[in-house]
């Protein structure tokens, strides 16, 4: 079955797009079967991207054309396997809408952090492989480490800039803290498709 991934913001024209975007190209080149999409807590329904994160999207290699700005719903997050949201106040709204959701709802920096912690703690046994070459199985992993990890420096280390209507050096350090964490995302879930060798 198809594995589902939401990227979640505000207004689903910056840093939710980009991060779906950026992540179904990775995923893809993992051989991973999902469906990464998108949403705003509060979208500018239709719009579509800002001009300078569509650029961050074509730098990537990805199409930013075919984006709509879209309305986070509960049902959305229902029917999402993970959710990715960019700050701390989105996964505060995430779990407003469905609480159930909780263990399935990271920031994607804290995703990121967590799955780095979980790939470094194996180092101590090589032979560790997973059960299961499910991403969701990778995805409770992660969940029952988030107690584990050591935590940011500040809370705000979880979050991803919010870059809209501000400088370009905004924008360019949203695009490398989003890379850097989507390519931990990506690392992590591509693992599963190996049993959890190599790959993370």
Not at 119 to 128: G, I, L, W
Request: glycine share 4%.
């Amino acid at each position: 079955m198809t594995f589902h991934v939401l990227s979640v913001c505000t207004g689903n024209v910056c840093r939710s797009p980009f991060a779906a975007q950026l992540l179904a190209a990775r995923l893809a080149e993992a051989g991973i079967d999902v469906e990464v999409t998108s949403a705003g807590t509060h979208a500018l329904v239709d719009s579509p991207m800002t001009p300078e994160a569509a650029a961050m999207s074509r730098r990537a290699g990805v199409d930013p054309d075919a984006h709509a700005g879209r309305q986070l719903t509960a049902e959305l997050v229902q029917a999402s396997d993970l959710i990715l949201v960019a700050a701390r106040e989105h996964r505060a709204r995430v779990l407003q809408l469905v609480p159930r959701a909780s263990r399935r709802t990271f920031t994607l920096r804290e995703f990121a952090r967590i799955a780095d912690f979980v790939a470094r703690a194996r180092t101590v046994d090589p032979s560790f492989t997973f059960a299961s070459d499910d991403p969701a199985a990778r995805v409770e992993e992660i969940a029952v480490s988030r107690g584990l990890a050591e935590p940011p420096a500040t809370p705000q280390d979880d979050d991803v800039v919010d870059p809209y209507r501000r400088s370009p050096e905004v924008y360019a350090e949203a695009e490398r803290l989003i890379t850097v964490a989507v390519d931990g995302v990506a690392r992590a879930l591509a693992a599963t498709a190996s049993g959890g060798r190599g790959a993370a």
